[in-house]
């Protein structure tokens, strides 16, 4: 059975001279610490009663206090050991912090946006803030208005919040607690079947979502409830995407990519050279010929990435190494950027030159804004060369898989897409492969 006692952790003293009261759990000769908020002097606690000392003025209060918390502790081990069930000390540990206590999904929400956020993923931690903020205008929504009235509503308050992160000074972090630290409108036993069926309608009705996107936010929703359950902050039974209840289904759209006679109008037409739609195009183009390498990828790309004439990539949305040759058409590219070159350590394309390097989310918002930039020239591209397809960033991937239809493998599609998982690159790779389909057609129509 696990040792729980209160002890006084005099290592971990503040600059008063208080230390901190923790409830000490050893199981398995492995100690964790749930500290209790409580501070005192060591003079005022007596080590062999683990008690709080007369000497302290409020001695009696703190002591009831740290019984509860023994209690709370003793009585999650109890409960493990009467139904035979193993338990760690972690386990113990994370038990008795959520015991008696109540974690608000938002409150569990906002820690994943800031552990992501911390972690250098900018890019999923923006659209988690903004499905927060989402679920709040829900929970807010008055059904009685004017659907304009409310639309125009949720519009301003999101003018003003990105109005607000663009001025000087603003910090992220500081504004994901201000906004939602101390919000408690919202927990995870609230969040049933009923909920997200509204939810849903006001995502579509009100936000004006796609199907997609509603299903994003929903897939948001199951991972925190999957987290919370996991760090014991809601019971498994409140999980409202079990058995037949909210199932997720994830549809994938229809994706056109290129031919080989559109690829060739982009690269014989003419722009002036070093104009913003003439680099748009060399970025576009250098993802084509690396099998559709993300754009934001090629953005960061440093001239250190090539070696003996091969390319060392390391793809930032799953960290996956690839290196690949590289073809003349790229090594074309390279060479009007070559002269701008200032080390090996550069970025060959001009859009984060200017980044901090040290500044993982300088160089994202400059990644961000090229992003945005190069989309509005590619439409204009699309305009020179007579294309009538939606010509994205995004498109250079689905080109390269139009192209590749059936003649490469899967399992060498899997390596040039970087894609984990054999199926996901069949999946994929099925929205190019239309032969057998027209031949069956053929077959019937022309017989």
């Avoid at 008055?142 to 308050?157: A, C, D, H, L, Y």
């Avoid at 195009?281 to 003996?308: C, E, H, P, T």
């Avoid at 390391?314 to 390279?334: Q, V």
Wanted: with cysteine; proline share 2%.
């Amino acid at each position: 059975m696990a040792s729980i006692r209160v002890v006084l952790r005099t290592n971990f003293s503040k600059k008063d001279g208080t230390s901190p009261l923790a409830i000490r759990i050893t199981q398995n000769r492995k100690t964790r610490f749930v500290y209790t908020g409580k501070y005192i002097l060591e003079k005022d606690w007596n080590k062999d009663l683990c008690k709080v000392k007369k000497s302290h003025p409020n001695a009696t209060r703190l002591n009831n206090y740290l019984l509860t918390k023994l209690a709370e502790a003793e009585s999650i081990v109890l409960e493990a050991d009467i139904s035979s069930n193993h338990i760690t000390s972690k386990e113990i540990q994370q038990k008795v912090k959520h015991k008696g206590s109540d974690v608000s999904f938002f409150q569990f929400g906002a820690q994943r946006v800031l552990n992501k956020y911390r972690s250098g993923v900018f890019s999923v931690c923006k659209s988690d803030l903004s499905i927060l903020f989402n679920i709040r205008e829900f929970l807010n929504w008055n059904k009685f208005e004017e659907r304009e009235t409310v639309v125009n509503g949720i519009k301003e308050r999101r003018r003003k919040r990105v109005g607000k992160s663009r001025k000087p000074g603003y910090s992220f972090v500081d504004e994901v607690k201000r906004q939602f630290e101390k919000d408690t409108s919202l927990y995870f036993e609230d969040v049933k079947q009923s909920f997200l069926s509204n939810y849903k309608i006001f995502c579509i009705s009100y936000l004006d979502q796609k199907t997609r996107t509603v299903t994003n936010q929903l897939v948001f929703i199951r991972t925190l409830f999957n987290a919370a359950i996991k760090e014991r902050i809601v019971d498994a039974k409140h999980y409202p995407f079990a058995g037949d209840k909210v199932r997720i289904r994830i549809k994938s759209g229809h994706k056109i990519g290129l031919n080989r006679e559109e690829i060739q109008l982009i690269e014989n037409v003419e722009l002036e050279e070093d104009s913003p739609i003439w680099h748009t195009r060399n970025v576009w183009l250098f993802s084509y010929y690396f099998a559709g390498i993300r754009i934001s990828d090629v953005l960061q790309m440093k001239w250190s990435d090539f070696i003996d004439g091969r390319l060392y990539y390391i793809m930032n949305k799953n960290e996956k190494p690839l290196t690949l040759k590289t073809p003349d058409k790229a090594k074309a590219i390279l060479d009007f950027y070559r002269p701008s070159q200032r080390s090996n350590d550069d970025y060959i394309f001009p859009y984060v030159k200017k980044a901090n390097p040290k500044s993982k989310r300088d160089i994202y918002v400059k990644s961000r804004t090229a992003t945005h930039l190069l989309n509005k020239f590619l439409k204009e591209i699309a305009e020179k060369c007579g294309i009538k397809k939606n010509l994205s960033n995004h498109i250079a991937r689905h080109s390269f898989g139009n192209i590749a239809g059936d003649a490469i493998s899967p399992i060498m599609l899997q390596k040039l897409y970087r894609h984990s998982d054999l199926q996901t690159t069949i999946n994929y790779q099925a929205n190019f492969i239309h032969k057998d389909a027209d031949d069956a057609l053929d077959a019937v129509l022309n017989s």
